[in-house]
């Protein structure tokens, strides 16, 4: 079929359809997971997309540079302290936010859901009929799952925050702080599994390879430099430096055997952002997550293999929903994040952080490619993202009935304390 209308029925069933569901359904369903919902219904039910050209390959292309500026920008949000809303009247009571006991907190809540998806999978999961993939049964692809299970999905738990309540933004913000050391441990984890899988494959490191660690180290340098320059810059100047940043990271980590997608991630997260909000470069990455990631996703979802799309399949979904709901909300338990909330704040705080969104399908994809996730683990996985989202709203409303908000005196709480 012809580039256009391929493209077009691409575009139409992946973009234009979601957005309208989602004016119909608005607060039901996240705007964000349409387009995998219904990529994975129509590989369930067999559509002949094909005949219409779907996917077409510049969709492909359009898709995934989307989802490279979704990375980009969530690296950008990485080096970024989320923002406090202020209302009217008597002003809402903000946690003290201690870097130190944060960044234990994450540790725990990331630490314990791997440890516990890793173990299921490695005597569980993998012994199920058609759950290992081809590399066969090993402690390599165990971690895959468990680096799934374990993630928390930065970019749409912005989002919901911002649509919760005055009075519950501040365990939102809580729970963003938190997610941050969370989604940087992703893209580490997510390079450090393609190493693994690529040590003994046969690549050879050569000018090329030398090449990237050189750029690589460019960056940092360059990053360290430009934020220690804080007087303003030009846009232009800006816009080219983060294109230039971008650009080398992604062609970095592709040279070194790791997905673009990792050296996007770090190519954001390394730039200066005082620099960056001069531009409002975040819209650039809503513009790739709302126009033209929708198609990578939709993509991802056609790639899940309709025959297992099954009760199997979402049983082992269902399985891994409650243990990773368990072990991060029990861990967030176990060390809170903040000691000015209460046991049921603190649940609440873990219900937004189980929210995997599109970081966990992301992973999922790569790590399917890598060939570390078979068919059955990748649609378990890509349904457990799914479910996790649709219910971290409903969740943490029914943590949070029948709270009365707490409100400060004449003073707000101090955002930062002694670590």
């Given at each position: 079929m012809d580039s256009f209308p391929s493209i077009f029925f691409d575009a139409l069933i992946f973009i234009a359809l979601?957005?309208?569901?989602?004016?119909?359904?608005?607060?039901?369903?996240?705007?964000?997971?349409?387009?995998?919902l219904l990529g994975m219904i129509?590989?369930?039910?067999h559509l002949p997309l094909a005949e219409l050209g779907v996917p077409s390959p510049l969709?492909?292309?359009?898709?995934?540079?989307?989802?490279?500026?979704?990375?980009?920008?969530?690296?950008?949000?990485m080096r970024q302290s989320p923002e406090r809303e202020q209302t009217g009247g008597t002003p809402i009571r903000y946690a003290t936010i201690r870097p130190l006991r944060i960044a234990m907190s994450a540790a725990l809540a990331l630490a314990v859901p791997f440890a516990v998806g890793t173990l299921a999978s490695r005597y569980y999961f993998l012994d199920l009929p058609r759950w290992a993939p081809a590399l066969g049964k090993s402690w390599l692809t165990s971690a895959a799952i468990g680096l799934c299970i374990a993630v928390s999905a930065l970019p749409v738990l912005v989002a919901l925050v911002r649509e919760l309540k005055p009075e519950q933004k501040p365990l939102g913000l809580v729970a963003l702080n938190v997610a941050l050391i969370d989604d940087a441990a992703l893209w580490i984890g997510l390079a450090a599994l393609q190493i693994a899988a690529n040590v003994g494959t046969g690549m050879h490191w050569h000018y090329a390879q030398m090449a990237a660690l050189a750029a690589v180290a460019l960056l940092s340098i360059a990053g360290w430099a430009t934020n220690r320059y804080t007087k303003p810059v030009h846009p232009a100047l800006a816009w080219g430096i983060a294109a230039l940043f971008l650009a080398v990271g992604a062609w970095a980590s592709a040279k070194l055997g790791?997905?673009?997608l990792i050296g996007a991630y770090v190519a954001g997260a390394l730039l200066p952002p005082h620099w960056m909000r001069r531009i409002h470069i975040e819209r650039v990455g809503r513009f790739g997550l709302m126009v033209l990631a929708p198609l990578f996703f939709g993509?991802?979802?056609?790639?899940?293999?309709?025959?297992?799309?099954?009760?199997?399949?979402?049983?082992?979904?269902?399985?891994?929903?409650v243990l990773s709901t368990v072990s991060k909300m029990g861990a967030i338990a176990v060390l809170p994040p903040a000691s000015e909330y209460g046991r049921r704040e603190t649940l609440a705080i873990g219900a937004l952080l189980q929210c995997k969104g599109l970081m966990e399908i992301v992973a999922a994809t790569l790590l399917h490619a890598q060939g570390l996730l078979s068919e059955y683990a990748y649609a378990a996985l890509v349904t457990l993202a799914v479910a996790s989202t649709l219910l971290t709203g409903p969740v943490f409303q029914f943590i949070l009935r029948g709270r009365r908000p707490k409100r400060s005196g004449p003073h707000l709480a101090a955002t930062r304390g002694p670590q």
């Open positions: 979601p957005w309208a569901i989602w004016r119909v359904i608005r607060g039901i369903v996240p705007l964000a997971v349409l387009p995998i129509f590989s369930a039910l969709g492909n292309q359009l898709g995934f540079i989307g989802v490279i500026l979704l990375a980009f920008t969530a690296g950008l949000e790791i997905h673009e993509h991802s979802g056609l790639s899940v293999n309709g025959s297992v799309l099954g009760w199997d399949s979402t049983l082992g979904a269902a399985v891994l929903l």
